[in-house]
Structures are given as structure tokens and as C-alpha cells.
């Protein structure tokens, strides 16, 4: 009946026990921005009176809607920390506690997390765009500087990342111990990614600094780094075989890093 109780006032005090940093620094920051929902509920009221006594505001609009897609995402990260997510559970409920946590896991981060990952690299680019061009509202009194709602739509997605690995990694801990290379390996396709995307943008980096020739992202990726190369009757870029030689590479030296801390 206790548990019950906890459940309505707080999802994120269930299982605290077994929770991990990642799972705190999620539970806090969301119990923090949750408080953005009062002012949403404020501004949207405010902006039917103002409305309907002639006096229409359009910056009231434009929070509204940058409140609303801020607490949203983070409200996603808060989801996957507290298992509250939605699920089709005609099928689940009724397997065994570890053929659960191998489902979760595999959603976590053989499904989810990548697709995250792909929503950041989006975004990424949709953010530094509004910043380079000091995007604003395109009403006059309007909210400006909306370069600061895309790039906290970028960050938010970092943060339902953060969500994503702290449940995985707590699911891992109840089937073995979640050492370093257990983590990159069972989460293989979010490690060749992640490492993925570590490469392409270190490239990128690289090449914008050394070479005076490339000016943008775009005259970068057509260096022969970025180029595709056969592999029997297919063709594979570059970068994503560096990432599966990075991939292995880094799961042997922590796999061998482990054995040394014994």
C-alpha cells in the first residue's frame, strides 16, 4: 500500500535503491523542469484573456510552444528513468523477470538510443544554422533569439541519451556486472554509432582547422575520408569501418584494462 502511495506523488522515488547517478541526475533535473508546466499553464491562460480584450500577444505564443517542447523531451528522459513510459504489455507482464530485462535492455539500446543519437546528429546541424544566422520569431513581437529553443532541443536529446544508458546500465547490473566492456559489447549497435559519429565529426573538425580550402560542413565531406569503398559486391563509407575496427578496439583494451583491475 506504501509503494502505492509513493507511485502517485513521486514515480521517481520507485526502486530508488537501485537506481545509479545517471538515474538521479535525471530524476532531479526533470522534477526541476516539470515546474515549467504552471508557467505553461499561465501564459496559455494569459493569452486567452489578452486575446479576447483585443490585445493578442504574440511572444505568449511562442513561449508557449517553447515550454511546452522543452518539458516534453525532458519529460521523454524522465519516462525511461521511472518505467513510465507507455509499453505493450499483453506479452510482457508475463515473462520471467530476466527475459524482461533482455527485452528492455535490447529496446534500450539496440532501438531507442540510436535513434536518438540519429535525432541529435539532426538537430545538431538545425541548431548551429539558427545560431549562425541569430534566427528569431517570425512575428515582430515575437520571442527572438530562437536559436536558444533549437539548441536546447539538441541538448535534450544528450539528456534522454544520459536516461537511456543509466537504465541500461541498471538493467545490466541485474544480470551481471555491468563492467566497462559488457556495456560497450551488449550495447553494440549505440557503440558502433556513438563511435560513428565520434569519427565523422572529429574528421570534420579536423579538416575545417587544417585545411583553409574548406570553409563548411558541406566542402568538408568531400574529402576522401568520407568517400565509399568496396567490399566484395558492396560499398561501405569510410567512416563507418573505422568505426567497427574503433568499435572492437575499444571493447578489447577495456576488456583487458578489467582483468588488470582484478
Known sequence: MEEFKVA?????????????RGDRFIVHLSNLVAWLFPILIV???????LRGTGHNQAWLDDLQW??????????IAYAVTTGSHVRVDIFYDNFERRKRLIIDIIALVWLFLPF???????TLDYALTAIIADE???????????????????VSFIV?????????????SQLTRPLLWKQLLFALPS????????IWYACVGWLMVTDPEVDSIRTATRAAIFDDFAVGPWEMKKTIALALVATVVVIVVARLLARKER
Request: proline share 3%.
Open 8 to 20: 502517485i506523488s513521486d514515480p521517481g522515488e520507485i526502486g530508488r535503491k537501485d537506481q545509479n
Open 43 to 49: 501564459a496559455i491562460c494569459a493569452q486567452v484573456i
Open 66 to 75: 517553447w515550454l511546452y517542447g522543452i518539458a516534453v523531451l525532458i519529460g
Open 116 to 122: 536518438i543519437m540519429l535525432c541529435w546528429d539532426v
Open 136 to 154: 528569431g520569431s517570425s512575428s515582430p513581437n515575437g520571442l527572438h533569439n530562437l536559436w536558444i529553443l533549437k539548441s536546447l532541443m539538441n
Open 160 to 172: 534522454i541519451g544520459i536516461a537511456i544508458w543509466a537504465a541500461y546500465v541498471r538493467h545490466l
Open 191 to 198: 557503440t558502433v554509432f556513438g563511435l560513428q559519429l565520434v
